[in-house]
């Protein structure tokens, strides 16, 4: 219950929720293919409330298999709507990886790609979003991103500078961050011309305002939340 952990838990939660809102206004306007980049334990494709929605989830194949032999334990049946897409992009690309799963290019679809942009490096998050505007119009993207630390004031860097060792100790260190502004370039050079960012003080607004329990997320900014879509 420490409180950056407390804190890092509801944003996580807060992410999902608002990742899970964006694809449902993206099914109400016909999209039909959900994409889950790095996928890790996501559970949307087993509780999935929409019939005609197929769930693509996108992990490193060893990954994958670990929660192939979790869901098996526990007794989890594979939903028909889910396909799995081991795939290791070191040997082959979200395009090439897609298409042998059987997803429609000709389609748009709904990306979620949480809680992976802060370990990649620039070129793999570029490479990435040039493989979305590709797609029609109605395709759309929601992730998340980490503020540049230098960017940070003092407490709020002593609260990333936790984090960021924690992460680091797993193995996994954060490698990638930009400023609102660089990220809105970054998405308009790659052909994005629709996007939103969410900072905590918005997802409040959104999700936590004028609960009996006081529950929202702090102060410490460290990230946002962005959607973004291809087209009008």
Same mark, same amino acid.
């Given at each position: 219950m420490h409180k950056v952990a407390r804190d890092f838990r509801l944003f996580?939660?807060?992410?999902?929720?608002?990742?899970?809102?964006?694809?449902?206004?993206?099914?109400?306007? *016909?999209?039909?293919?959900?994409?889950?980049?790095?996928? *890790?334990?996501?559970?949307?494709?087993?509780?999935?409330?929409?019939?005609?929605?197929?769930?693509? %989830?996108?992990?490193?194949?060893?990954?994958?298999?670990?929660?192939?032999?979790?869901?098996?334990? &526990?007794s989890i049946p594979l939903p028909a709507?889910?396909? /799995?897409?081991?795939?290791?992009? %070191?040997?082959k690309t979200l395009s090439a990886g897609l298409a042998e799963a059987g997803f429609d290019s000709g389609e748009a679809a709904f990306f979620g790609w949480l809680g992976v942009v802060p370990y990649l490096t620039l070129d793999a998050f570029r490479a990435t979003l040039d493989a979305m505007v590709k797609l029609p119009a109605g395709t759309a993207v929601t992730f998340d991103y980490v503020f540049s630390p230098e960017t940070l004031s003092p407490q709020r860097r002593m609260v990333f500078d936790l984090l960021? *060792?924690?992460?680091? &100790?797993? *193995?996994?260190?954060?490698?990638?961050? /930009?400023?609102? =502004? =660089?990220?809105?370039?970054?998405?308009r050079r790659a052909g994005f011309r629709r996007f939103e960012q969410l900072d905590s003080d918005q997802l409040n607004e959104h999700y936590f305002k004028e609960r009996a329990d006081g529950l929202k997320l702090s102060a410490v900014k460290l990230g946002m939340l962005v959607t973004a879509?291809?087209?009008?």
């Open positions: 996580m939660a807060a992410r999902s929720r608002y990742a899970e809102d964006r694809l449902a206004e993206a099914v109400s306007h *016909g999209v039909s293919q959900y994409v889950v980049l790095g996928a *890790g334990l996501d559970t949307f494709a087993y509780r999935n409330p929409f019939p005609t929605l197929r769930v693509f %989830e996108v992990d490193f194949p060893a990954t994958q298999e670990w929660k192939r032999a979790m869901l098996q334990e &526990a709507s889910l396909i /799995f897409v081991p795939l290791d992009f %070191e040997h960021a *060792g924690r992460v680091a &100790a797993a *193995g996994e260190p954060f490698r990638l961050f /930009f400023a609102p =502004e =660089e990220l809105e370039a970054e998405l879509w291809v087209g009008g």
